[in-house]
């Protein structure tokens, strides 16, 4: 009977979050969302997938770019595109310095990643400069049936990404061999997909998301991936989501590619990984798989939790109207995410 009452329960939770968050996707795509007014920067046009080479050359140096954040754009296939950047105080003028790009999740945008995830004080804290970009419609394309209109409309979402690192690092002195990634939910699919089509960045950092969509060859790259058991929209065990329509219809949405310790694996395998080191602490278990040329490839599970990013801002009432999982207090994802971007720089 009490198995029963708390599957219910569950049934009735997940079906209540679908319907809100479909319905409030429906009222994102059919507005703008209000933002308030931000510095912006001239438009520049970059080639569809542009990024910076390895061996490219720092930047002019900050001056083009304020303190504090900013909003700037580019235009990718024919669409003005819009990302936000955050460049701390002490920002050296001259010495290279690392670019995390922090890609929101689907329903989110670069205004809100920033507000919530914790990374501008992680930058203020330790010294690089990080990049908020926006997903039209409020989320990504990262296979052809999720997720939302951009699947639908086959936008490039990578070119996009690739044409922002390139733009940072013409106004800012980035240093190519520590560009990084990091994502939640359908922005951590979207990390995936970079680690699969691109070699620009380091190591990428995912939340409560997974590889969709066709990945035949990737290089070899370091990857820390955190995922709560519990999560209902991206199921830790494979399981179609919460949202998942099959990829079908206006707003596809089709989640799949089998459990997370398997994609894990297959990442692994890529970077010829020894065996996985073990630990658990409280509901936390971490799987570390060091790499030839100085890579590892990190899985860190925590036991109940949801959709969420660990250490997170308290919710926002959007959140909770959407449904959406309470932070995990295990750890903080932002923290540790950083820790694992700067002791794996290109090469180790």
Known sequence: MEQRTRRAATVRRTTSATLAIAGVLTLLIGCDAVRPPQ?????????AGTAPTRSAAPGPGPAAVP??????????????RTFRLYRPAELSPSAPVPLVVMLHGAFGSGQQAEAAYGWNTAADRHGFVVAYPDGLHRSWAVSADC?????????????????????????????????YAAGMSNGGMLAYQLACQTTTFAAIGVVAGKLLG????????SVIHVHGTADD?????????ALDNGGVGPLPVRIDGGPVPEQIDRWREIARCAAPEVRTAGPTTTSVARCPGGRDVTLIAI????????????????????G??????????????????????VGG
């Not at 922002?164 to 190519?176: K, M, Q, W």
């Not at 540790?336 to 700067?342: E, G, L, P, T």
């Open 39 to 47: 510095r912006e920067t001239p438009a520049s046009t970059a080639p």
């Open 67 to 80: 303190v504090g954040s900013s909003t700037h754009y580019v235009t990718v296939d024919g669409r003005k």
């Open 147 to 179: 997720c939302g209109p951009p699947a639908r409309d086959d936008v490039d979402d990578v070119a996009f990404i690739g044409a922002t690192v390139a733009t940072i690092s013409t106004r800012l002195p980035v240093d190519p061999h520590r560009v």
């Open 214 to 221: 066709r990945c035949p060859s990737p290089a070899p790259i």
């Open 233 to 241: 929209v991206v199921p830790y065990d494979g399981r179609p989501g």
């Open 303 to 322: 036991a109940g939790a949801g959709h969420q990013w660990p250490g997170a801002a308290p919710q926002s009432a959007a959140e909770r109207l959407l």
């Open 324 to 345: 959406l999982d309470p932070p995990a207090t295990a750890l903080v994802a932002t923290e540790s995410i950083w820790h694992f971007f700067d002791t794996h720089p």
